[in-house]
């Protein structure tokens, strides 16, 4: 409904040229009403309009100052044939284009390299890859390699920009880490994972496949609290399966029920690079204190 809507805010823009006769000369129109079907079709245009063009503008970035520019726009749209096959494959490509350098290019360049303005996305080798796709022609690599090496190498791109980003936070993390190591009780796996033996209970030890169900209070290295079923009064279940961060499915899988530990999670084994927006930093190191309470059956 949302796509529906945003192209039907397109379409009636056009009853802008009547509505903004103050605004240019040049924008005025002359609307006879001579019927009660151009009446109703003016007081769409007029309603339709009125009810949400300003905000369509501004997400689409079009000043105010430039309305006779817009409206200049609109009359040509106008001119569309929806039935003329070549001239409607001609207007689909320009708003594919539009997308690349609206929403592909400043989305991934985000995505990839965070808020680092001096960086982003190659308009003409992304413009490249998308037309040597369409028309399969010219390929410098297949779809399948370019899925892995977008995801591999974008991954390692985007670790170097978030690095550089969070050089100090993920250098604070990661001090935190070799010092606590080192404190009485404190067990290291060979994942990275660290963990404190609070308590040992005396259940049974739970398999990847089950459903467990837990107490917990989550803390940064600072010692914020950012989450907590204790203060919820909501125990937690979730599948050791998945579903949750990686420490937790290790950890908890090291407990008998009844027991509680402390995880100290590195960054790898939690949030990764991007942290959990809202909450979690990225590269955070985060410290749990778990209780085992039950396998649920």
């Known amino acids: ?144 390699e370019a899925q892995t090496f ?14 550089k980003q969070y050089a100090e936070q993920k250098a604070a993390n990661s001090k935190f880490l070799e010092e606590n190591k080192g404190k009485e009780g404190v067990q290291v796996t060979p994942s990275g994972l660290q963990y404190k033996v609070v308590k040992e209970g005396t259940g049974p030890k739970p398999a990847s496949t089950d459903k467990v169900k837990v107490n917990y209070i989550g803390t940064k290295i600072d010692g914020t609290e950012f989450d907590s079923s204790v203060k919820r009064n909501q125990p937690f279940e979730f599948n050791l399966s998945g579903g949750v961060i990686q420490g937790w499915i290790e950890g908890v899988q090291l407990m008998n ?10 960054y790898e084994l939690a949030y990764g690079v991007q942290g959990s927006p809202g909450s979690i930093e990225p590269f955070s190191t985060l410290i749990f204190e778990v209780e085992l309470l039950e396998i649920v059956k």
């Open 150 to 163: 977008s995801t591999i190498k974008g991954e390692e791109i985007r670790e170097k920009a978030m690095e």
């Open 1 to 144: 409904m949302k796509k529906l809507l945003h192209f039907a805010a397109v379409f009636v823009a056009v009853s802008i040229v009547v509505t903004l006769a103050s605004c240019s000369g040049s924008a005025q129109t002359k609307a006879e009403l001579k019927t009660d079907i151009d009446s109703l079709s003016y007081a769409i245009g007029v309603s339709q309009t009125m009810s949400g063009l300003d905000m369509y503008l501004s997400q689409m970035g079009v000043d105010s100052v430039y309305m006779e520019d817009f409206v200049k726009g609109v009359k040509e749209g106008v001119k569309f044939n929806p039935n003329d096959k070549k001239e409607n494959a001609r207007t689909v490509g320009f708003q594919v284009g539009q997308m690349i350098v609206q929403q592909w290019i400043p989305g991934f360049s985000q995505q990839f390299f965070g808020n680092d303005s001096t960086v982003k996305i190659d308009k003409a080798s992304i413009v490249a890859g998308f037309i040597d796709a369409a028309t399969n022609k010219g390929l410098k690599m297949g779809k399948e």
């Open 257 to 266: 029920v009844g027991s509680k530990y402390i995880f100290y999670i590195p």
